[in-house]
């Protein structure tokens, strides 16, 4: 049966990007690393798909802009000769597909909420230093202030509900991954590979490999800040709690 590395990363981490270029690639046949069709339109566009496309919009603009990028890792494992497959996550109409209809419809409904939480986390603490800065320059921004909170609101609405659908579909996109990557091993006839991929996915593709009969090893975020969220995260005390 084939062996496989799975290395889990903190996007934002420059110890794991360097980690991944000083991997000692000859042993492997191939390389997968995580990533997905950005293809929108691959299903039918309907107000609360075109909300999350929105977030997932919103999102790639924002946060993901901070993600350390692979493209130097995938150029190496090339110049070396290995095969890169760089899609292996769920499509983007494939996540949002993932969660139950009656599921997306309650996430839905507590989005706004979730969006007024995270606006609160930017708006208070802004107001608080201009409170106390230049008091009269917030009295004159009050108003434009309140007309851009309105207009950002949409976006965050958009983006809490994208997070909420992608914190739903976790699980379903670890055996996602899983799935794409041991068909694509078969059909290629590789018989180790190196699979790189977000540190909260590594426990629940290496698990499903392990149940496929791989040979299996997995290694952790080299993030000190990446360990410490993984723990903390509610999927790894899921994962901990099943596992007693």
Not at 5 to 27: C, I, M, N, P, R
Not at 30 to 47: L, P, T
Not at 84 to 95: F, K, L, M
Request: proline letters at 3%.
């Amino acid at each position: 049966m084939p062996e496989a590395l799975v290395k889990g990363e903190t996007h934002l981490s420059k110890k794991d990007k360097q980690a991944l270029l000083d991997l000692d690639l000859s042993e492997y046949d191939a390389v997968f690393r995580e990533g997905h069709d950005k293809n929108y339109f691959q299903r039918d566009i309907d107000s609360l798909y075109a909300l999350f496309a929105i977030g997932h919009v919103v999102y790639g603009a924002t946060y993901s802009r901070l993600y350390r990028s692979s493209n130097e890792f995938k150029q190496q494992a090339k110049r070396q000769g290995l095969p890169v497959h760089d899609r292996i996550d769920a499509a983007v109409y494939e996540t949002y597909e993932m969660v139950p209809r009656w599921q997306r419809s309650g996430l839905f409904l507590i989005s706004p909420l979730f969006a007024g939480l995270m606006l609160g986390l930017v708006a208070q603490p802004t107001e608080w230093v201009l409170s106390r800065v230049a008091p009269g320059l917030l009295r004159e921004l009050a108003f434009a202030g309140v007309i851009l909170t309105l207009l950002c609101f949409g976006f965050v609405w958009a983006l809490a509900y994208f997070l909420l659908i992608e914190g739903r579909a976790m699980y379903d996109r670890d055996a996602a991954m899983a799935r794409e990557l041991v068909q694509i091993t078969e059909a290629n006839g590789y018989h180790s590979v190196l699979i790189s991929c977000g540190g909260n996915h590594r426990p629940g593709i290496a698990s499903y490999l392990r149940d496929e009969g791989w040979e299996v090893t997995e290694e952790s975020t080299d993030s000190l800040l990446g360990r410490v969220l993984n723990f903390l995260s509610i999927k790894g005390f899921h994962r901990k709690w099943t596992e007693r």
